[in-house]
């Protein structure tokens, strides 16, 4: 079994950054994909953006693209999110996820393991 902590959430001024950071333990072998997730309240769980580690090949959400960066440490297993020029749209529980069983990476049902989510959330 898997188990993810994520840190880094907080209270950020729009405009501003966050770096959102999640790491693996136990059964960490099997971890190669490692992902964020965001859930906004009333929204459906959206796709932020996945890496793998070994190569650091990196997918993005649409709500990423252009102002989010994911970085992986594979000796570690940890995933990081760098989000720059936040906007109040941004408000949410990030969630990191890990070992998708498809290739289906933007998709949350693919996800084996997930942690408890970090709330970040973005004033006017």
């Known amino acids: 079994q898997v188990q993810l902590v994520e840190s880094g959430g907080g209270l950020v001024q729009a405009g501003g950054s966050r770096r959102l950071s999640c790491t693996a333990s136990g059964r960490t072998f099997s971890v190669e994909t490692m992902a964020w997730f965001r859930q906004a309240p009333g929204k459906e769980r959206e796709f932020v953006a996945a890496i793998r580690l070994s190569g650091n090949d990196a997918y993005y959400g649409d709500p990423a693209k252009g102002r989010f960066t994911i970085a992986g440490d594979k000796a570690k297993k940890s995933v990081f999110l760098q989000m720059n020029r936040l906007k109040p749209e941004d408000t949410a529980v990030y969630y990191c996820?890990?070992?998708?069983?498809?290739?289906?990476?933007?998709?949350?049902?693919?996800?084996?393991?997930w942690g408890q989510g970090t709330q970040v959330t973005v004033s006017p």
């Open positions: 996820a890990a070992d998708p069983t498809t290739e289906a990476l933007a998709a949350s049902y693919a996800y084996r393991s």
